[in-house]
Nanobody, 126 residues
């Protein structure tokens, strides 16, 4: 069993910043993928950013490149998502996901992930 604890989120005006963190515990692998997904009501989960914990690779969805930065803390088994220049369309629930397999070209495919966090709400107002 792997447990994911998400922190961060909240409300901010457009153009502002928020930070999300996700920490994994339990029976984690030596190196694995953690990723953040975004979901709005009525739509599926969309990959935002991911990173190989225990490694150095990082991945981004095109629409967040230049605005969001994901970093991994290998010692703490965590990733942090720094979200800058937030837009109203960034609003929604953000979920952390864990995969025993490394993040790769299909890191945005939500079905590949083995464990999910409870989610944290991000609200960006105009």
């Amino acid at each position: 069993q792997v447990y994911l604890v998400e922190t961060g989120g909240g409300s901010v005006q457009a153009g502002g910043s928020l930070t999300l963190s996700c920490r994994a515990s339990g029976h984690t692998a030596a190196i694995y993928c953690l990723a953040w997904f975004h979901q709005v009501p009525g739509k599926g989960r969309e990959g935002v950013a991911g990173a190989n914990v225990g490694g150095t690779s990082r991945f981004y969805a095109d629409h967040v490149k230049g605005r969001f930065t994901v970093s991994q803390d290998n010692a703490d088994q965590a990733i942090t998502l720094q979200m800058n220049s937030l837009k109203t369309e960034d609003s929604g629930m953000y979920f952390c996901a864990y995969d025993f397999e490394l993040c790769g070209v299909d890191w945005t495919r939500d079905q590949r992930y083995d464990y999910w966090g409870q989610g944290t709400q991000v609200t960006v107002s105009s």
